[in-house]
């Protein structure tokens, strides 16, 4: 099944309501970047958000990055989405498996650790905005709740899961958020709560086979939707952004590089993708910097 998003207004427009299915683009992210259980929820849970948090950008040209930044095993994790439903990210450490004592759950709250999340909106070139809290439990759908709370002063109900299966594949991965809207009644806080309290963990749904707007329907009758689009983990690297890279380095580096690695190697950190640049085309760089220098 395809991954979708959907937002929605809910009990007569006081309630704003996204979800997002995700598990085939938290598939793409695991299988490129080769991640371990507990990397690979984490980053999922987070890629799950950054769709949810896209969407609620405003133009085309929006973008918005989130930065965890735990003492924990992860080392951090980085994501970028936007206004289309395209995300990409990536964890500092892809090798982490840490699992609860108690429960056999993936521990994502101990590999993210004590830290800080932060959102920065970009909208189009002008304005950077950027909000952060500290984590409240590092295993993301709360600190996302915490964060909704404290800078948009919405009281929001987040609900995030990956499922990873025993073959370290993504059986299934989404995210939910609620937002009551300024003009909430005393009654819709009861629904809502009430809806929460009962809610199957997100990955469940997503396994039971519900897309983004049918769970949607199923919660509320008086649904209105407003859009419906498909989410994809799409990195925008290509390779003159990789030689912008490369003509900013010092010739004598690029000439070590040619001589004794015969050619460099560049990963994109956000898709894993490589580059490579062979002696000839090292030489044309350090052509292209010594031109521009004669100018
Ligand atoms: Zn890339």
């Known amino acids: 099944m395809k991954d979708s998003v959907t937002r929605a207004l809910v009990l007569n427009q006081r309630v704003n309501i996204i979800v997002a299915t995700t598990t085939n683009l938290v598939q793409e992210a695991t ?10 929820t984490a980053l999922g849970r987070t890629l799950s958000m950054g769709v949810i948090m896209g969407v609620q950008l405003k133009n085309e040209d929006d973008q918005i990055t989130i930065r965890i930044d735990g003492d924990g095993p992860i080392g951090g994790v980085r994501v970028d989405a936007n206004r289309l439903g395209h995300v990409k990210g990536y964890v500092k450490n892809n090798e982490v498996l840490l699992i609860k004592e108690d429960t056999y759950k993936l521990d994502v709250g101990k590999a993210v650790g004590q830290g800080t ?26 600190d996302f709740a915490y964060y909704y709370l404290q800078s948009e002063q919405l009281p929001s109900a987040v609900s995030v899961g990956v499922l990873v299966d025993t073959d370290g594949t993504i059986k299934s991965a ?7 809207l300024p003009d909430h009644t005393e009654e819709d806080i009861l629904i809502i709560e009430d809806i929460i309290t009962n809610l199957k963990p997100m990955s469940s749904l997503v396994l039971e086979g519900y897309t983004s707007q049918s769970l949607i329907e199923s919660l509320f009758d008086d649904a209105q939707i407003l ?21 900013t380095l010092p010739i004598e580096d690029l000439d070590e590089l ?3 690695d015969k050619g460099i190697n560049l990963e994109c950190q956000f898709c894993g993708e490589h580059y490579f640049f062979d002696e000839d085309q090292i030489d044309t760089l350090i052509e292209r910097i010594q031109n521009g220098k004669n100018i």
């Not at 989404?174 to 009551?180: K, R």
């Not at 859009?227 to 003509?247: A, G, N, T, W």
């Open 117 to 142: 999340l932060s959102v920065s909106r970009n909208y189009g070139l002008k304005n950077e905005y950027t909000s952060s809290i500290d984590l409240v439990s590092g295993e993301i759908g709360e």
């Open 174 to 180: 989404g995210a939910l958020l609620i937002q009551l």
């Open 227 to 247: 859009e419906s689009i498909e989410p994809q983990f799409k990195c925008d690297c290509d390779r003159e952004q990789m030689e912008r890279v490369l003509l």
């Open 258 to 260: 040619k001589n004794e």
């Open 31 to 40: 299988t490129r970047h080769e991640l371990w259980p507990t990397s690979a």
